[in-house]
């Protein structure tokens, strides 16, 4: 009876455990988005420098994770040689400047719950882009999948009160940044048997994605902010800021370290919703019924997307679990044999 209690009680704490890193997730996503798009939007803070405060935020991540890499000695670096870095590491800082650049400056001109209706799009681009690197096997099903996501984030744009081109550009740019950045990760660093955490990936990525930001930087806003007479950094905005971005990173590891991506997935569809509530009852965005029938619909094509990698997932255990059996059946008939054979000898 003890036993099964204590089973019990290690599958609720499990459980709450869980839930706990998915709430911690959320709150500090949903926290950053909505931090960012008060200190972009012109109507709020009206601080439209997007490079500006990405690198304001990968300054202070790169700052805190070498110090608790190198100076701390908290968290163990990765080894890798100069050519991996240069090969691997430097592409994907420069996919990710772009993709928080573009994503940043979007906040400018549409609102938190178009821009997460328009994020629908992330699987349709990461399984486009697998396919066409070959990192993803083409499938009718999936294709057919991503078709009616695709078109219910075409329905969701069609009924935007405040569309803006520019703004749906920029957005779809960094999708495909983004998405072309998370298939480049497995490609460059999971098949060479590198695998980042959250402190190491800033530490080694951060860097060279400030590098690349700074060249737009300089040619785009460093001319803007050199003029403007008005401009002084305040302190505790963007320090509390790039507090709640490091904190993010950290929330993602121990979300997917304790659970899995999938779970991240998941997690992310309920985020959301939180954000397009928000977004219309406390920042007063507009969102129209066909807004909400066309994501709805996304939506549906996300979830079912996310059920169809979590059956594939599971075969996978079950197929693994079955060749270990079948190899420890395979090693205890040969011991058998092995015994049979020496009993022969002796007799």
């Excluded at 997730?25 to 439209?48: A, C, E, G, Q």
């Excluded at 079950?318 to 008939?333: H, N």
Aim: glycine share 6%; aromatic share 14%.
């Amino acid at each position: 009876m003890s036993t099964g209690g204590s089973l019990s009680d290690g599958v609720i704490k499990k459980i709450v455990l869980s839930y706990t890193y998915v709430a911690i997730w959320i709150f500090l996503s949903f926290t950053v988005i909505v931090y960012n798009k008060f200190i972009l939007d012109r109507k709020m803070y009206n601080w439209p420098y997007p490079i500006s405060l990405t690198m304001i935020h990968m300054s202070f991540c790169s700052s805190l994770a070498f110090l608790l890499v190198k100076v701390l000695k908290l968290v163990e670096s990765v080894t890798m040689s100069r050519e991996v870095y240069f090969s691997s590491v430097v592409p994907i800082g420069a996919l990710y400047a772009c993709s928080l650049w573009l994503s940043n400056s979007a906040y400018i001109y549409l609102s938190v719950s178009f821009i997460q209706m328009l994020k629908a799009l992330m699987p349709v681009a990461v399984y486009s882009i697998g396919v066409l690197l070959k990192k993803e096997n083409f499938k009718g099903v999936i294709m057919g999948n991503m078709i009616a996501i695709s078109v219910g984030v075409a329905i969701a744009a069609y009924g935007e009160a405040k569309f803006d081109t520019w703004g749906v550009f920029l957005q779809l740019g960094a999708v495909a940044f983004e998405a072309t950045r998370l298939v480049l990760i497995q490609i460059l660093l999971t098949s060479k048997g590198i695998n980042f955490n959250p402190i190491t990936s800033l530490y080694y990525v951060a860097p060279c994605c400030l590098v690349f930001l700074s060249i737009p930087w300089i040619l785009v806003e460093y001319p803007l902010l050199r003029d403007s007479s008005s401009f002084h950094l305040d302190w505790f905005i963007f320090g509390t800021n790039s507090v709640c971005a490091f904190a993010l990173n950290l929330a993602v590891f121990l979300l997917v370290g304790k659970t899995s991506a999938l779970t991240m997935n998941v997690a992310g569809v309920v985020k959301d919703w939180l954000l397009i509530a928000f977004s219309w009852s406390v920042i007063k965005d507009t969102v129209t019924p066909i807004n909400l029938f066309g994501y709805g619909l996304a939506f549906l094509g996300v979830a079912y997307y996310n059920h169809y990698k979590l059956q594939a997932l599971k075969a996978k255990d079950a197929q693994k679990k079955a060749s270990q059996a079948d190899d420890e059946q395979g090693r205890l008939l040969e011991e058998r044999n092995g015994d049979g054979r020496r009993s022969d000898t002796q007799s």
